[in-house]
């Protein structure tokens, strides 16, 4: 058995008690994980669970799980003396109005902007947010659907001591593909045909600008910079004369040429100009 709040507290003023045997009866956004995932035995194991062909695996085992879950209360309270924000509904049980074999188990909503929260323990080597971000999207995606929130945030403390805030907002082609996905699988699920993978080429994780980056460190950036602070007041020259030689050529002509340039008005009526070359012959008249 399982104990759940549902109050959005941390202490427990009312909870429910479940059985582990309940999840086989919908699917969560840990399943959309799997079902979005590359691996084909994860997929098979799912599937016998959702049979009840075999035992949920055992997590007690696995370290970085059994973190993750210890390190949540530790996660909800630094994200709320960091950011301000206010996290209910903590392991809320909700499921979805229309296609009631999707659910979702929260970590907790963000009370004042409504986006799902999901709280995440991750090693820090070769951390990237957009690593981790593309990790969790299935599961953040799916809790999305299932609540009807257009964001969420993933909250993330790092086996370095580093705490990262990642903001993701609802995507609708991703949205699309999952559910398909997991209709598929739950139809296998009901018939018994064995599932395969979906191979879904899933969109890239779409995160919100948030990071400030020196990259003084970038030799590239440093040469583009460069070309860039040289050619800046040119290229504002460049941009005003053109406007200008534009509203010189009569509306009425086709071409327009003089002092080395040449402008020519297409179909659509776009003007254009090309820099005239100097005849070798005409420069050496005396």
């Known amino acids: 058995m399982t104990t759940v709040q549902t109050n959005g507290a941390d202490a427990p003023n009312h909870i429910i008690r479940f059985n582990h045997n309940d999840r086989r009866h919908f699917i969560g956004g840990s399943d959309a994980r799997v079902i979005m995932g590359d691996d084909q035995d994860k997929l098979i194991r799912l ?3 959702k049979r009840g062909e075999v035992a949920p695996e055992d997590l007690s085992d696995n ?8 390190t949540e209360v530790l996660n909800r309270a630094w994200y709320q003396r960091s950011t ?4 209910s509904d903590i392991q809320k049980r909700v499921r979805h109005p229309i296609h009631k074999w999707m659910a979702a188990t929260l970590d907790g909503m963000v009370e004042q ?4 929260f999901e709280a995440k323990f ?3 080597w070769a951390f990237t947010e957009e690593a981790a971000a593309e990790k969790h999207m299935a599961q953040l995606q799916h809790n999305m659907w299932v609540t009807a929130s257009r964001s969420a945030v993933l909250s993330i403390i790092t086996g370095g001591g580093k705490w990262v805030e990642i903001k993701i907002h609802a995507d609708p082609l991703y949205q699309h593909l999952l559910l398909t996905a997991e209709k598929k699988f739950w139809r296998c699920v009901q018939s018994g045909e064995t599932p395969l993978l979906f191979n879904i080429e899933t969109p890239r994780p779409r995160l919100e600008a948030v990071k400030v980056v020196d990259m003084s460190s970038s030799n590239t950036w440093g040469e583009f910079a460069a070309t860039y602070l040289r050619t800046k007041d040119a290229h504002g020259e460049h941009e005003l004369s053109k406007a ?3 509203k010189l050529v009569p509306e009425d002509a086709k071409e327009a040429s003089g002092h080395g340039i040449k402008a020519k008005r297409s179909k659509s009526g776009a ?3 090309d820099a005239l070359a100097v ?3 005409d420069a050496s008249i005396q």
């Not at 370290?63 to 210890?70: A, D, K």
């Open 47 to 49: 599937w016998q669970e």
């Open 63 to 70: 370290l970085i799980v059994q973190l993750g879950t210890i």
């Open 84 to 87: 301000g924000q206010t996290i």
């Open 113 to 116: 902007i409504g986006a799902v």
């Open 122 to 124: 991750m090693l820090p």
């Open 244 to 246: 200008e030689l534009k």
């Open 271 to 273: 003007i254009s100009f």
């Open 279 to 281: 005849e070798a012959s």
